[in-house]
């Protein structure tokens, strides 16, 4: 048994990684220590290269997408003509990629099948073309039976994972390389045994001749092996007859994990995201400078995208690869079952807000336990030019509570539209206040004269919630006060028109109250006090109305603070500027479902 402790959240994506990989549960975990036997280790380029097909397959993926299109094409044609242009066009397309972008592959590296994967690439195009759905279902048919084939299901997934998922964190090497992609399933697996696998179990068995005190056994592992430390002994010891185990005693430590031998320089080529070759990183200038790791440390590099959730994220203008992963302070099981879930709950829903929450579900504490620290990172690898973005955030347990508390004055679900809920959740995790992009959504609503606010009304009441760190109470919040005021004023100010309006037309009312809302927003991000005052209190004289002491209780900075300010008037603006709320619930209700 091989004892690897996790310290370090590097290491811990790839101990996820192979625990995922573990049906058999061979590998015994306790803390943060994981005990595996040396044979585990032997066998895992099968069981590797296995989990890369059966998680990722290429043929499953699209099996599922050709499945979906194709029922959406049935559903949009009616006696033998299309009557949604749109859906059709749209699912048609997808139909014709998946079926070219797959094919194409199966006719690049089977020549066998490459007469067949044209004329179906062919069929499918024309059947589209001429509304000919019995033809297109057998070309879709034949098409599936053929990419789930396993020899090409593994040939094609392989190449695909090595592309977009290992090559983030190993670039280039060993199988990795592009030149290696013409070989076969069980080439490539032997390949990475060769460079992985062979020289890490030849170290471990090593050390447990060194514990055992067997020099014997030590000896003829060196004498039979011409890789690794075997051969960087055999160099130092050219004349031994014997073998001497001061040579290992006096090997410097592995700098990743505890009790390891350092006998790799930590360069890029370990660890695309974060090692280097650049001399200007090295305090002298000399890559004898760099920090050393062993085999094993190598491996977990080398694998810990596989224990991370990939998905595409907009940083910037563009959208790129990102890999997401939780770790649990000194809990390499505990950090597994969050990760899994998290992965599940992201491929279910696609949304990060979601996954996130339930990573968390289960979250079970006993009495006067010791919190767990739980950290979420996110790292996106630009391998031509060299950069790697890197995210840490502490996740408050106290927020996640929040966020699963399931107030009365706050709903998730209610917040619209996606992107903007995972706007506000990532911000909530950096610790930054949202109202800034409370502030952008809300003047996006004002300009598409939208009628629904509701979801800015729960935007503020997660923010306020946050800053009560998750404290509940029964009485309304600010948030809901300021909230049930502008809607009252509204009400007031704005009767109801008669006049029969179309999807376009703004009666006069919309255009007076968007105007005092723009000048009320002004006020507000621009924390000028005086004038948001003076437009509300001409607001109620207008409707004849007494004003609140709360409004006039904002002018002084010291009763009420900018926080606080910003809490009631967007949420007094929301309410002036949306309709009665038994509505607004509805549409939210309608776009949920």
Same mark, same amino acid.
């Given at each position: 048994?091989?004892?690897?402790?996790?310290?370090? +959240?590097?290491?811990?994506?790839?101990?996820?990684?192979?625990?995922?990989?573990?049906?058999?549960?061979?590998?015994?975990?306790?803390?943060?220590?994981?005990?595996?036997?040396?044979? +585990?280790?032997?066998?895992?380029?099968?069981?590797?290269?296995?989990?890369?097909?059966?998680?990722? $397959?290429? !043929?499953?993926?699209?099996?599922?997408?050709?499945?979906?299109?194709?029922?959406?094409?049935?559903? $949009?044609?009616?006696?033998?003509?299309?009557?949604?242009?749109?859906?059709?066009?749209? #699912?048609?397309?997808?139909?014709?990629?998946?079926?070219?972008?797959?094919?194409?592959?199966?006719?690049?590296?089977?020549?066998?099948?490459?007469?067949?994967?044209?004329?179906?690439?062919?069929?499918?195009?024309?059947?589209?073309?001429?509304?000919?759905?019995?033809?297109?279902?057998?070309?879709? #048919?034949?098409?599936?039976?053929?990419?789930?084939?396993?020899?090409?299901? =593994?040939?094609?997934?392989?190449?695909?994972?090595?592309?977009?998922?290992?090559?983030?964190?190993? !670039?280039?090497?060993?199988?990795?390389?592009?030149?290696?992609?013409?070989?076969?399933?069980?080439? &490539?697996?032997?390949?990475?045994?060769?460079?992985?696998?062979?020289?890490?179990?030849?170290?471990?068995?090593? &050390? =447990?001749?060194?514990?055992?005190?067997?020099?014997?056994?030590?000896?003829?592992?060196?004498?039979?092996?011409?890789? @690794?430390?075997?051969? &960087?002994?055999?160099?130092?010891?050219?004349?031994?007859?014997?073998?001497?185990?001061?040579?290992?005693?006096?090997? *410097? *430590?592995?700098?990743?994990?505890?009790?390891?031998?350092?006998?790799?320089?930590? =360069?890029?080529?370990?660890?695309?995201?974060?090692?280097?070759?650049?001399?200007?990183?090295?305090?002298?200038? =000399?890559?004898?400078?760099?920090?050393?790791?062993?085999?094993?440390?190598?491996?977990?590099?080398?694998?810990?995208?596989? !224990?991370?959730?990939?998905?595409?994220?907009?940083?910037?203008?563009?959208?790129?690869?990102?890999?997401?992963?939780?770790?649990?302070?000194?809990?390499?099981?505990?950090?597994?079952?969050?990760?899994?879930?998290?992965?599940?709950?992201?491929?279910?829903?696609?949304?990060?807000?979601?996954?996130?929450?339930?990573?968390?579900?289960?979250?079970?504490?006993?009495?006067?336990?010791?919190?767990?620290?739980?950290?979420?990172?996110?790292?996106?690898?630009?391998?031509?030019?060299?950069?790697?973005?890197?995210?840490?955030?502490?996740?408050?347990?106290?927020?996640?509570?929040?966020?699963?508390? @399931?107030?009365?004055?706050?709903?998730?679900?209610?917040?619209?539209?996606?992107?903007?809920?995972?706007?506000?959740?990532?911000?909530?995790?950096?610790?930054?206040?949202?109202?800034?992009?409370?502030?952008?959504?809300?003047?996006?609503?004002?300009?598409?004269?939208?009628?629904?606010?509701?979801?800015?009304?729960?935007?503020?009441?997660?923010?306020?919630?946050?800053?009560?760190?998750?404290?509940?109470?029964?009485?309304?919040?600010?948030?809901?006060?300021?909230?049930?005021? @502008?809607?009252?004023?509204?009400?007031?100010?704005?009767?109801?028109?008669?006049?029969?309006?179309?999807?376009?037309?703004?009666?006069?009312?919309?255009?007076?109250?968007?105007?005092?809302?723009?000048?009320?927003?002004?006020?507000?991000?621009?924390?000028?006090?005086?004038?948001?005052?003076?437009?509300?209190?001409?607001?109620?004289?207008?409707?004849?109305?007494?004003?609140?002491?709360?409004?006039?209780?904002?002018?002084?900075?010291?009763?009420?603070?900018? #926080?606080?300010?910003?809490?009631?008037?967007?949420?007094?603006?929301?309410?002036?500027?949306?309709?009665?709320?038994?509505?607004? &619930?509805?549409?939210?209700?309608?776009?949920?479902?």
């Amino acid at each position: 048994m091989v004892k690897i402790l996790i310290n370090d +959240w590097l290491f811990s994506m790839g101990a996820t990684a192979l625990l995922r990989m573990d049906e058999e549960h061979q590998i015994k975990c306790d803390g943060n220590v994981l005990d595996v036997p040396i044979e +585990w280790f032997e066998s895992l380029p099968e069981r590797f290269f296995d989990y890369l097909v059966r998680t990722y $397959s290429m !043929g499953a993926r699209r099996k599922e997408q050709l499945d979906q299109s194709f029922r959406k094409i049935k559903l $949009s044609i009616e006696n033998g003509k299309v009557k949604n242009t749109d859906s059709y066009k749209f #699912h048609g397309d997808i139909i014709n990629n998946t079926l070219k972008e797959g094919l194409d592959r199966v006719a690049k590296y089977f020549p066998d099948y490459q007469d067949e994967a044209t004329k179906l690439i062919l069929e499918g195009k024309d059947a589209l073309k001429q509304i000919d759905l019995p033809t297109l279902e057998k070309v879709i #048919h034949r098409a599936i039976e053929i990419l789930n084939e396993p020899e090409i299901d =593994q040939k094609l997934t392989i190449n695909v994972v090595k592309g977009t998922i290992l090559s983030s964190s190993g !670039g280039q090497v060993s199988f990795l390389n592009v030149a290696k992609n013409t070989l076969s399933f069980k080439e &490539q697996i032997a390949v990475f045994r060769k460079d992985f696998i062979d020289p890490l179990v030849l170290e471990l068995k090593l &050390q =447990q001749c060194i514990e055992n005190n067997d020099a014997d056994t030590a000896w003829k592992l060196i004498q039979e092996s011409d890789i @690794g430390i075997a051969e &960087q002994w055999k160099k130092k010891n050219k004349k031994a007859k014997s073998i001497d185990f001061s040579y290992f005693e006096k090997l *410097p *430590p592995c700098s990743g994990i505890e009790g390891q031998w350092g006998t790799l320089a930590y =360069q890029e080529m370990m660890f695309m995201p974060l090692a280097s070759t650049s001399f200007n990183d090295f305090y002298n200038g =000399q890559m004898t400078s760099a920090s050393l790791i062993s085999t094993l440390a190598r491996l977990l590099l080398f694998i810990s995208p596989l !224990g991370c959730t990939s998905y595409r994220k907009t940083i910037g203008r563009e959208e790129h690869f990102v890999f997401s992963f939780l770790h649990v302070e000194g809990d390499c099981e505990e950090t597994r079952k969050r990760n899994d879930a998290f992965a599940r709950a992201f491929r279910r829903d696609n949304l990060f807000s979601t996954a996130l929450i339930s990573s968390h579900e289960k979250m079970i504490k006993k009495e006067k336990e010791r919190e767990t620290v739980t950290l979420l990172i996110e790292w996106v690898t630009f391998n031509k030019s060299k950069k790697t973005l890197l995210e840490y955030r502490v996740v408050n347990e106290k927020f996640i509570k929040t966020l699963l508390s @399931g107030s009365t004055h706050f709903d998730i679900n209610k917040i619209f539209p996606y992107a903007f809920r995972e706007q506000l959740i990532h911000e909530a995790l950096r610790n930054n206040d949202t109202k800034t992009l409370i502030f952008e959504e809300m003047r996006r609503l004002i300009t598409d004269n939208s009628k629904n606010y509701y979801s800015i009304k729960m935007a503020l009441n997660l923010r306020e919630l946050i800053l009560k760190e998750g404290q509940t109470v029964e009485q309304k919040t600010l948030t809901d006060r300021m909230y049930g005021r @502008g809607q009252a004023l509204q009400k007031k100010l704005f009767k109801p028109q008669t006049v029969q309006e179309s999807e376009e037309y703004t009666s006069p009312n919309e255009k007076k109250i968007a105007t005092i809302a723009y000048r009320l927003l002004n006020a507000a991000k621009g924390g000028n006090r005086e004038v948001f005052f003076e437009t509300v209190l001409r607001l109620h004289l207008l409707a004849n109305l007494p004003i609140n002491k709360e409004f006039t209780s904002l002018l002084d900075r010291k009763v009420v603070s900018d #926080h606080e300010f910003a809490t009631m008037s967007l949420a007094f603006i929301a309410g002036l500027m949306s309709q009665f709320e038994s509505k607004e &619930q509805k549409e939210v209700e309608e776009v949920e479902a």
